[in-house]
């Protein structure tokens, strides 16, 4: 959601120095917005950070994925809903079959399982574009097929838990910090308040052993020709 992009974007940078830490790269990108820029104005977002804008065919031209979700209601906002919606094309051809994608998430504040919950709303659209699902720290089993139309979903189960974050967070007990086995995550407060040394710390480890996770993994095939093809007639026709 717009009024949550500070904090995604501060996050997403640690989770991208954890990355390159280990010796991978990134980028950072940002989908559309479906809010006019009147009603933004009026909800006093505050501006948009400039990354590029990624569309849906983009997504093949990339290996891996660090999903960054503001919460909005326990779920992923109408923004990331509306992006996925468009990747049709892509869920059709395949072309995700088999990569790698994490999460991490803001939520508004401590109460409820706002922050898991989220994890959950987009667990469902990976399984269906046959994406594996990359807690904080796991480990890649042999691969159990699971065919569903035209996809396939590889199990993965956690190694040891979250290993190299679970004693930070009992060091830190009693300071309000977001984050779970799941992925690595902050609160938004009233919008005044950033995240904390140790969500960032959490976050960057999410970076690190994601890569890390990635190269150990068997390699996707790369999208042939026919796959790109048939996505960017889909995106043309769409415009």
Known sequence: MALFNSLNEIVAEAVKKGIEEAGGTATILQVPETLPTEVLEKM???????????????LIDYDAYVLGIATRFGGWPAQFKAFWDASGQIWASSALAGKLAGVFVSTGGPYGSGQEST?????????????????????????????????????????????????????????????????AGTFAGDGTRQPSELELTVASIQGREFYNTVTKHTPVAVPTAEQKTLVAAAEKKGE
Not at 44 to 58: F, L, R, S, T, V
Not at 140 to 154: A, D, E, G, H, V
């Open 44 to 58: 006093h977002a505050p501006p948009k950070p400039e990354y590029p804008i990624i569309a849906p065919a983009d």
């Open 119 to 183: 994890y959950f709303s987009v667990l469902s659209t990976l399984v269906h574009h046959g994406l594996v699902f990359v807690p904080l720290v796991c480990i890649l089993l042999p691969r159990l097929y699971l065919t569903t139309f035209s996809n396939s979903f590889s199990f993965i189960l956690p190694l040891q838990g979250y290993k190299h974050t679970k004693a930070l967070w009992l060091q830190h007990f009693n300071e309000v910090n977001g984050g779970s086995p799941y992925g």
